[in-house]
């Protein structure tokens, strides 16, 4: 099941992610209008960078002050619709 799958599904099973998907249900719930779908990593470069950053930290949450280094060009890219090619 892709992650997208078990935030739109009706039931969960216990599992390591079930928290945050309720969560991401919770938060989705708050809007009046709410529209989740799935992009590739090149139509998102903001999300994939912060996944890499994440997965490159220690295990646990991080809280970020401000954006990182480098963010503001990517949410700008973005914003304008420019696609980056994988690497």
Known sequence: ??????????Y???G?????I??????????EFCLLSHTLREGNSAADFLASLG???PYGTTFLPSPPS??????LG?????LFPRM
């Open 1 to 10: 099941m892709t992650a997208l799958q078990a935030v739109h599904a009706e």
């Open 12 to 14: 969960l099973s216990d």
């Open 16 to 20: 390591l992610a079930t928290a945050l």
């Open 22 to 31: 309720l969560d991401i249900k919770a938060l989705a719930a708050s809007f």
């Open 55 to 57: 997965h490159s930290s």
């Open 70 to 75: 480098g963010m503001a060009s990517l949410l």
């Open 78 to 82: 973005d914003a304008m619709g420019i």
